[in-house]
């Protein structure tokens, strides 16, 4: 993290990729950047122009329903016990493709990708922070349904689970802003965004929040990250406590998926948060997918969403 706030100081251009539990971190000035990193972020990329996709298939192998209740309900357990409010309770599923990663990544279409050493990769729809001037501004992003649906952007809006969801997710993001900036303002709230997931559209809602960063921010970067990480929207809140309940519960090690990846451009800051993410482990593909449980959940329901973000973006 010290090598984020010292490139930032000088105003050098970097590309930095933050697991979600911090045990991994590459940071690389963009002029030396590894030859198997690939990104895109806003309208800065370091890759030729997509070609023609062929024809594809993808098959999803997830888990059991009933695994799926059980851990549903240890989740409700914690909430009932004041625990925790909101859990975003995630697990990896095989797939079958007979396209490769790299295929996967230049045909995905996303504003944010990132193809890392074929290890992984991500194409989110979700921002984590931006920094332009001294301003600030985070995007939490929680609420999705398929937009084909009558009234589907009025299901989304009066639903009053994804409500209470999305308003627990703007406090904590808005406490997380007022630990490293001042004047802390929610300028848009819950506002719909359309994104493609494979054959469908869906309608997610997101608000943005700014707040002011001090003079020379730049040099406490890293430290600025490492306050605001993990991202709020894809762990719950009471973050603390969220946290170590998501690691008693999931049973699987969340490596880079829900970390952060960005660029630094010289001046100003991009990011997004690693979600809709595959990873390579030998000859097998997982995705790794999950959503946001509240006492409001209902099993089937949170089920069939964790499926349905399996999907690739073409």
Known sequence: MERISQFAKEGRAFLFVLSYDLNERFVQ???????????KIQQIRNYPKTPRKHPYYLQKYPLDFRIYQSRLQRVLEEIRSGNSYLLNLTFKTPIQTNLSLDEIFLYARAKYKLYFKGRFISFSPEKF???????????????????????????????????????????????????VATDVKVERFRYLEKIRAGEKELYQASSKITAQLPNKWQENLGEILSKLLPAGSITGTPKRRTVEIIED???????????????????????????????????????????GITLESDPHAEYQELIDKIYLPF
């Open 29 to 39: 000035p963009l002029d030396q950047l590894d030859t198997d990193v690939f990104f």
């Open 249 to 291: 519960i999931e049973d699987y090690n969340r490596g880079f998926y829900t970390g952060v990846f960005g660029v630094f451009d010289g001046e100003n800051l991009y990011s997004a948060v690693m979600i809709r993410f595959i990873e390579q482990e030998g000859d097998q593909l997982y995705y790794k997918s999950g959503g």
């Open 129 to 179: 922070i931006e920094i332009q001037g001294n301003t600030i501004a985070t995007y939490p992003m929680k609420g999705t349904i398929e937009a084909t649906l009558p009234d589907a952007k009025e299901q989304l809006l009066n639903n009053p689970k994804e409500m209470a969801e999305h308003v627990m997710i703007v406090d904590l993001m808005r406490n997380d802003l007022g630990m």
